[in-house]
């Protein structure tokens, strides 16, 4: 399974950004699929998931309302769309495969760095 993130980059605050990741070799039955960061010196946390058969989506509280997670099952693909961004969203973000039956994110890809200048 590879995972490629991209769409990272320089933004002001307030600006907006969209974030993609292409899944491919997934051979297996996808449940969830994620978006997480990593801030400088501080830990991997969870921003967004998104299932892959019906579409439901689930946000960490601080994104609400301005991140949306979706998804394109013929691309194998998930998307980011980041919006009123802050500071605090600055970080390495990262794409993650649940797969069915599996409680943990198996797979990950390379993350790709957002960076929000106040």
């Known amino acids: 399974v590879q995972l490629q993130a991209s769409g990272g980059g320089l933004v002001q605050a307030g600006g907006s950004l969209r974030l993609s990741c292409a899944a491919s070799?997934?051979?297996?039955?996808?449940?969830?699929m994620a978006w997480f960061r990593q801030a400088p010196g501080k830990d991997r946390v969870f921003v967004a998931s998104?299932?892959?058969?019906?579409?439901?989506?689930v946000y960490v509280d601080s994104v609400k309302g301005r991140f949306s997670i979706s998804r394109d099952i013929r691309k194998s693909s998930i998307y980011l769309q980041m919006n009123n961004l802050k500071p605090e969203d600055t970080a390495v973000y990262f794409c993650?495969?649940?797969?069915?039956?599996?409680?943990?994110?198996?797979?990950w890809g390379q993350g790709t760095l957002v960076t929000v200048s106040s």
């Open positions: 998104i299932n892959w058969r019906g579409g439901s989506t």
């Open positions: 993650a495969v649940k797969r069915s039956l599996v409680s943990m994110y198996s797979y």
């Open positions: 070799g997934l051979t297996f039955s996808v449940d969830d």
